[in-house]
């Protein structure tokens, strides 16, 4: 099925760093979500965007609803060792607003 | 609990045996989801409820697989005659609306290892 493709694959940082990931799309999309999946657990909603342009914080998080309605972007500032984990990107398109459609993750790891 | 409650939480079974994965949804919620994920992998659609309207099937890989929603609430899902590709951890979301808000709320959920 149609999938989002998501950058970089994985990412391995030091404390402190700015973290950046971003996903586009082939088609136009509706919504841009953003998850984070700790390890045995599952995703959980960081950032929703709705509208194209859209520009979202979440504490140290930030995301971005591209104004192409194809990419967005989610930086991460001043990392800690908490932000491990895999993150998600996920939308809707906007042929078909019932079925997410999701990114295939990028896996952060963060030195202390 | 207050969050999607999967059960159970890890499962190992042989090939060929038939497996049942339970999903007890947020209350409220009429949108429910089955999600599989392979090792490393992202989430991958299996089936979509949503309220008394046919469920979306378009995602289950084979006819081995079967999912039900009894009375609006708790859902599960049906694996017959299990394969060892099988084996991945399957996830169940709960939305409080249609899949248009997006917004996901996922159970821990259930790890299937078949031998």
């Known amino acids: 099925g149609q999938q989002l493709n998501q950058s970089p694959q994985s990412m391995f940082i030091q404390e402190g760093e700015d973290v950046s990931m971003n996903c586009t799309s082939s088609?136009?999309?509706?919504?841009w979500l953003w998850y984070k999946q700790d390890p045995g657990e599952g995703p959980v909603l960081l950032i929703a965007l709705y509208k194209a342009g859209e520009l979202t914080s979440n504490g140290r998080l930030t995301a971005q609803f591209g104004i192409t309605r194809k990419d967005s972007f989610l930086n991460i500032s001043a990392s800690i060792p908490s932000d491990v984990g895999i993150y998600f990107c996920?939308?809707?398109?906007?042929?078909?607003?019932?079925?997410?459609?999701w990114g295939l993750g990028t896996s952060l790891a963060v030195n202390p | 609990g207050a969050g999607v409650s999967q059960s159970p939480s890890n499962k190992v079974t042989e090939k060929g045996k038939d497996v049942e994965l339970r999903c007890d949804p947020i209350?409220?919620?009429?949108?429910l989801y089955w999600y599989r994920q392979s090792l490393g992998q992202g989430l991958e659609f299996l089936i979509y409820f949503q309220g008394n309207s046919a469920p979306d099937k378009s995602g289950l890989p084979s006819d081995r697989f079967s999912a039900e929603r009894t009375g609006g609430s708790v859902s599960t899902l049906t694996i017959q005659r299990t394969q060892q590709e099988d084996s991945a951890v399957y996830l169940c979301?709960?939305?409080?609306?249609?899949?248009?808000?997006?917004?996901?709320?996922f159970g821990e959920g259930s790890r299937l290892t078949v031998l």
């Open positions: 979301a709960s939305s409080l609306t249609q899949a248009g808000t997006g917004e996901l709320f």
């Open positions: 209350s409220g919620h009429t949108a």
């Open positions: 996920a939308g809707t398109d906007a042929g078909n607003n019932r079925k997410l459609i």
């Open positions: 088609s136009i999309f509706n919504t």
